[in-house]
T-cell receptor, first 116, second 112 residues
Framework: GAVVSQHPSWVICKSGTSVKIECRSL??????MFWYRQFPKQSLMLMAT?????????EQGVEKDKFLINHASLTLSTLTVTSAHPEDSSFYIC????????????FGPGTRLTVL | GDSVTQMEGPVTLSEEAFLTINCTYT??????LFWYVQYPGEGLQLLLK?????DKGSNKGFEATYRKETTSFHLEKGSVQVSDSAVYFC???????????FGKGTMLLVSP
């Protein structure tokens, strides 16, 4: 299957700082990228969907000014957590979807964010 | 709206036992159905999928059959291994859309 990478795999930051997470599709063009948040022992919560070159569409309850998503190219999307607080600590997972007829998403390995 | 319901875990089995994880769904159209697996500390990996009724997805000894009449996509494996210990997510995607709707996940713990 197609490969999606995320960087960093884990990050620790101080409260009030901003953190950027990169998501790259390595061997396919991701026309759509998705960002999820996963709390311990829970399912994935879709945060936003972005199409290359367009503004992201955020799910209800997700603060767009806090979670900035950029999808500048067909192989790169970034999630920036601005003014992070301890409650933002979580596992963030991205996925990419190309032109598969089966709407398949390919997931990155995730980024563990810990805000102190 | 669409929804996916999975049996709650954890499911605890001994090695070589038979596994069934139930999954039922609600959808308006003709969705594609997926099982994803998440190993500790990792992202999701697609385990298998089925795109139309009566299709059987299979991979690594796991199987699931798309049952439209019962709106189900139960995951089965005849003989589990310790290395199968993970969280398994059932998901659907409506026809023509990429967005996935996930179940809450079922943790599987296999002991030697």
């Amino acid at each position: 299957g197609a490969v999606v990478s995320q960087h960093p795999s884990w990050v620790i930051c101080k409260s009030g700082t901003s953190v950027k997470i990169e998501c790259r599709s390595l061997d396919f063009q991701a026309t759509t990228m998705f960002w999820y948040r996963q709390f311990p022992k829970q399912s994935l919560m879709l945060m936003a969907t972005s199409n290359e070159g367009s503004k992201a569409t955020y799910e209800q309850g997700v603060e767009k000014d806090k979670f900035l998503i950029n999808h500048a190219s067909l192989t790169l999307s970034t999630l920036t957590v601005t003014s992070a607080h301890p409650e933002d600590s979580s596992f963030y997972i991205c996925s990419g979807s190309g032109t598969s007829a089966y709407n398949e998403q390919f997931f990155g390995p995730g980024t563990r964010l810990t805000v102190l | 709206g669409d929804s996916v319901t999975q049996m709650e875990g954890p499911v605890t089995l001994s090695e070589e036992a038979f596994l069934t994880i139930n999954c039922t769904y609600t959808a308006t159209g003709y969705p594609s159905l997926f099982w994803y697996v998440q190993y500790p500390g990792e992202g999701l990996q697609l385990l298998l999928k089925a795109t139309k009724a009566d299709d059987k997805g299979s991979n690594k000894g796991f199987e699931a059959t798309y049952r439209k009449e019962t709106t189900s996509f139960h995951l089965e494996k005849g003989s589990v291994q310790v290395s199968d210990s993970a969280v398994y997510f059932c998901a659907l995607s409506e026809e023509g859309y990429s967005t996935l709707t996930f179940g809450k996940g079922t943790m599987l713990l296999v002991s030697p």
